[in-house]
């Protein structure tokens, strides 16, 4: 059985190299990675493929940035030429960047199965690219891997078939796990000062902020920023910063005052993984990060009004505080008081749902119909 994944943007990494690491084991799969090249910095892209052991994309379409439509039509166009040529039986795409749309718009249109990893989400915001890319992805997938039942339920009342749902846990989760022992190693508290004299690491906020809603507006950027120059008076806030907002900063004249909010490059996954290990409270808008504060039982600001990922609200150690930046500034006064939300972890997420999917995948294959 040939499969192709394709991948495209940071967060695509994490999920594809337990996915296919768990299909390797498998003797009758040949596996083909595409890379669309919609994130091509060093530091958005190579240097994770060197820290979750992704091998070499065997093909990159090199496609770079440009508007929703150019990036989407760059990747179908340069996609169908690759999928023609090596008729895969199966493509499994993954999570909800234009790349995955585009890849699940190809497929459609050839008749070629479809698998999609992190089925089911919804945050019921249609603004969002990433809902858009959601909502049409899974209406064309044929295997709709699920992390979570709430995105089960999400696909039932959108009319998916339910032989078509599969249930299997959290794919970040795995990488998350098995990538944990190595991060704790990582030197970047040094790097950054953030030990204290006993090498143990101190208190600090850590920051991630990339969305369009947050960063696109200069005056929501400006807000923002000001709100995190406040908490800085109090304890560090450290903030790898994302191109897009380093690059609306510039565009906005923000450049916020020197040495009080850490602002660093984007980091590799080890470094940025021992960093939410030992936060005080992480402050984001990405999917991703919501998730792992949950794992790891880090309190967990949103900066958004909704989230696809209500888990880990209900569940989780997440609270959305839409842009509220007074909200922002109060609710670290209550975790740095104590007052800090209880969390549990979600069912399946276990470090098993790429074995999962193997199973499922290879079960289809054979022609059965897979139990759930
Ligand atoms: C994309 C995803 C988003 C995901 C995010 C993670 C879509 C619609 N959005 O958003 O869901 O959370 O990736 O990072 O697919 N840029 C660089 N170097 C790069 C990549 C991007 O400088 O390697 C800059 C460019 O100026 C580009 C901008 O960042 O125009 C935005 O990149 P793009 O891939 O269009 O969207 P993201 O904001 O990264």
């Given at each position: ?90 493509v499994l795409v ?164 020197r040495g009080k ?100 995948i290879e079960t ?9």
């Open positions: 059985m040939h499969i192709l994944h394709v991948v495209g943007a940071r967060p695509n990494f994490m999920k594809a190299s337990p996915v296919m690491g768990a299909l390797e084991r498998w003797d009758g799969v040949n596996q083909t990675l595409i890379h669309t090249g919609q994130h091509y910095d060093r530091n958005m892209s190579e240097l994770f493929f060197e820290q979750l052991e992704l091998r070499e994309p065997d093909f990159n379409l090199n496609v770079g940035s440009g508007s929703h439509a150019e990036q989407t039509a760059n990747v179908m166009l340069c996609l169908e030429r690759v999928v023609l040529e090596q008729k895969p039986n199966l993954y999570g909800d960047v234009n790349s995955t749309l585009a890849a699940a718009l190809v497929c459609a249109k050839l008749g070629i199965s479809l698998g999609h990893v992190e089925a089911g989400l919804r945050s019921r915001d249609r603004s969002m690219p990433e809902e858009i890319n959601r909502i049409l992805t899974d209406q064309v997938a044929d295997l709709l891997f699920t992390p979570s039942a709430d995105a089960d339920a999400n696909l039932l009342a959108e009319g998916v078939p339910p032989e078509k749902i599969h249930c299997v846990g959290n794919v970040m989760i795995d990488t998350l796990i098995h990538l944990l022992p190595q991060a704790s190693q990582s030197e970047v508290l040094k790097k950054l000062n953030l030990l204290n004299e006993h090498r143990q690491p101190i208190s600090y906020v850590l920051v991630t902020l990339h969305r369009p809603s947050n960063v696109d507006d200069p005056e929501t950027l400006s807000r923002l920023i000001a709100a995190l120059q406040d908490i800085s008076a109090r304890l560090p806030v450290v903030f790898p910063m994302h191109p897009r907002t380093s690059n609306r900063l510039v565009k906005a004249g923000l450049v916020p005052e909010v850490q602002m660093v490059e984007p980091l590799g996954y080890l470094d940025f993984i021992c960093l939410q290990c030992h936060a005080t409270v992480v402050v984001t808008d990405s999917g991703g990060i919501q998730e792992e504060s949950t794992y790891l039982g880090v309190p967990c600001l949103t900066m958004r009004d909704t989230t696809e990922r209500p888990i880990t609200v209900t569940m989780g150690t997440n609270q959305l505080i839409d842009q509220d930046t007074d909200k922002l500034v109060r609710q670290v006064e209550c975790i740095l008081a104590g007052q800090k939300k209880k969390g549990s972890i979600p069912p399946l997420w276990d470090g098993h749902a790429s074995d999962r999917i193997a199973t499922i289809w294959w054979h022609g059965e119909s897979p139990t759930r």
